[in-house]
């Protein structure tokens, strides 16, 4: 059977993207592994949230002029997430 990532899922995995350093909307969506739909959708939910940022290029690139940047909320969520996941981990751990 094929595992279906949540959309919480697919979320922090945009985040984790974006706080890796793929910052213009494509190498976003390829790093996550999601549709354009899907991307643009969750983008605008993330930048909804204040977790995310479209910001200017410093390169000037004319073909992306804007792209995205983690803000402090969102490295303090996916800090959280990753802490909670070693939780998890560490009490299912085989001895």
């Given at each position: 059977m094929k595992y279906r990532r949540s959309t919480a899922e697919i979320l922090l995995d945009i985040l984790k993207a974006v706080d890796m350093d793929y910052r213009t909307i494509t190498r976003i969506m390829?790093?996550?592994n999601v549709s354009w739909v899907t991307i643009v959708?969750?983008?605008?939910?993330?930048?909804?949230?204040?977790?995310?940022?479209?910001?200017?290029?410093?390169?000037?690139?004319?073909?992306?002029?804007?792209?995205?940047?983690?803000?402090?909320k969102g490295q303090q969520l996916l800090k959280e997430t990753r802490r909670s996941f070693d939780l998890v981990e560490e009490l299912f751990r085989e001895e």
């Open positions: 390829y790093a996550s959708r969750n983008l605008q939910i993330l930048m909804d949230r204040e977790l995310i940022e479209m910001v200017e290029n410093p390169r000037k690139s004319k073909r992306t002029p804007k792209i995205y940047k983690i803000t402090i």
